[in-house]
T-cell receptor, first 107, second 118 residues
Framework: AQRVTQPEKLLSVFKGAPVELKCNYSYSGSPELFWYVQYSRQRLQLLLRHISRESIKGFTADLNKGETSFHLKKPFAQEEDSAMYYCASQGAQKLVFGQGTRLTINP | GAGVSQSPSNKVTEKGKDVELRCDPISGHTALYWYRQSLGQGLEFLIYFQGNSAPDKSGLPSDRFSAERTGGSVSTLTIQRTQQEDSAVYLC????????????????FGPGTRLTVL
């Protein structure tokens, strides 16, 4: 069965520090992986997908098939990055979300 | 164009009452998902509709929960005999849902319905 694990429920870093939100997936095939974000009082929305190999708001995520990981990284955190982040995986069927990590950037 | 809409935005009900939550997906989106977002619990999958296929109900927590999607568009999530533990934000999302065909599988979320069971 498809499963996505985000081991950290809460993550707090200082402004300007590097950020890494961990995500591991389990799927026997080649899933498509995503990061979704929910800012305060806003809708949950797509942040980035691995297939696009893009950087959004300074965030990047690299798919590591050997470690079955898709960690989200940003070299210098900003206060506006404070939000709830969800990793998600889609194989042949429905999209599966992790439990989410609440990121807080301290000034 | 209009995004996913949900109604009501807030619902307060008494324990034991039935409630209906509505979702209007983006026109043309074949896939529709319901999730529950509880404080400290993350995003919990409830049910998934894809076109004319039988829905995936594997996430429904009990038989008090049911959902239907009429005409492949609007969906209603019904919770019977509500309990206090049903209090949460219920999110709906839709997508074109063609797996591995980016960007068609991006999910677009509604604003949610905040349910409070007293």
């Amino acid at each position: 069965a498809q499963r996505v694990t985000q081991p950290e429920k809460l993550l707090s870093v200082f402004k300007g520090a590097p950020v890494e939100l961990k995500c591991n997936y389990s799927y026997s095939g080649s899933p498509e992986l995503f990061w979704y974000v929910q800012y305060s009082r806003q809708r949950l929305q797509l942040l980035l997908r691995h297939i696009s190999r893009e950087s959004i708001k300074g965030f990047t995520a690299d798919l590591n098939k050997g470690e079955t990981s898709f960690h989200l990284k940003k070299p210098f955190a900003q206060e506006e990055d404070s939000a709830m982040y969800y990793c998600a995986s889609q194989g042949a069927q429905k999209l599966v979300f992790g439990q989410g990590t609440r990121l807080t950037i301290n000034p | 164009g209009a995004g996913v809409s949900q109604s009501p935005s807030n619902k307060v009900t008494e324990k034991g009452k039935d409630v209906e939550l509505r979702c209007d997906p983006i026109s043309g989106h074949t896939a529709l998902y319901w999730y529950r977002q509880s404080l400290g619990q993350g995003l919990e999958f409830l049910i998934y509709f894809q076109g004319n296929s039988a829905p995936d109900k594997s996430g429904l927590p009990s038989d008090r929960f049911s959902a239907e999607r009429t005409g492949g568009s609007v969906s209603t999530l019904t919770i019977q005999r509500t309990q206090q533990e049903d209090s949460a934000v219920y999110l709906c999302a839709s997508s074109l849902d063609r797996p591995l065909v980016a960007p068609d599988n991006e999910q677009f979320f509604g604003p949610g319905t905040r349910l409070t069971v007293l």
